[in-house]
T-cell receptor, first 116, second 115 residues
Framework: DAGVTQSPTHLIKTRGQQVTLRCSPKSGHDTVSWYQQALGQGPQFIFQ???????QRGNFPDRFSGHQFPNYSSELNVNALLLGDSALYLC???????????????FGSGTRLTVV | AQKITQTQPGMFVQEKEAVTLDCTYD???????LFWYKQPSSGEMIFLIYQGSYDQQNATEGRYSLNFQKARKSANLVISASQLGDSAMYFCAWITMEYGNKLVFGAGTILRVKS
């Protein structure tokens, strides 16, 4: 049973560029959440997708956008990259109808983005 | 504002000994879920243990147990018989109905197991 798959694993971009990160959820999961984890800090919630729509959003600027496809996979797009966007980006999948207290959150290994 | 706090930036423990990692939270919601995750240097978040606010007994999963003190709003992780492979970052996290189905993480505690 495949877990959450994220690609690429590492990425180096220049300030001002745009980047797209990808996530395939665990089999049977229909909800995808994205987190940003700066070095030495806890993950910060970016947004969550369910039924191909953004359902919740954290305190991130509009430069951060996403998409969910009919097969539940998801993309995170960041425009006009800043040095401060350098971080580990984690994708987590879950099954929505298991309830809000579900412990069925499965994380990927993340994409490490470096902006130079 | 609702928040979750881990006050120990780093901890050392001798191999085969037990260690407690602290986590406190602040909420007025009666219903919430508490989680602990392990993050090795590879970056993946590994689920360890879960405690619901209405659960009567403390959660246990193998060598991991959660010391849940609801009145004190604390949910400390206890790792028994520490192993070298336990060296990692540990995060406490929670979700509440009022704030949606998203995990909110603490700042983390880095644990180093000494041989």
């Amino acid at each position: 049973d495949a877990g959450v798959t994220q690609s690429p694993t590492h990425l180096i971009k220049t300030r001002g560029q745009q980047v797209t990160l990808r996530c395939s959820p665990k089999s049977g999961h229909d909800t995808v959440s994205w987190y940003q984890q700066a070095l030495g800090q806890g993950p910060q919630f970016i947004f969550q997708y369910y039924e191909e729509e953004e359902r919740q959003r954290g305190n991130f600027p509009d430069r951060f956008s996403g998409h969910q496809f009919p097969n539940y996979s998801s993309e995170l797009n960041v425009n006009a990259l800043l040095l401060g966007d350098s971080a580990l980006y984690l994708c987590a999948s879950s099954f929505r109808y298991r309830g809000p207290y579900s412990y069925g959150y499965t994380f990927g290994s993340g994409t490490r983005l470096t902006v130079v | 504002a609702q928040k979750i706090t881990q006050t120990q930036p780093g901890m050392f423990v001798q191999e085969k000994e037990a260690v407690t990692l602290d986590c406190t939270y602040d909420t007025s919601d009666p219903s919430y879920g508490l989680f602990w995750y392990k993050q090795p240097s590879s970056g993946e978040m590994i689920f360890l243990i879960y405690q619901g606010s209405y659960d009567q007994q403390n959660a246990t999963e193998g060598r991991y147990s959660l010391n849940f003190q609801k009145a004190r709003k604390s949910a400390n992780l206890v790792i028994s018989a520490s192993q070298l492979g336990d060296s990692a970052m540990y995060f406490c996290a929670w979700i509440t109905m009022e704030y949606g189905n998203k995990l909110v993480f603490g700042a983390g505690t880095i644990l180093r197991v000494k041989s």
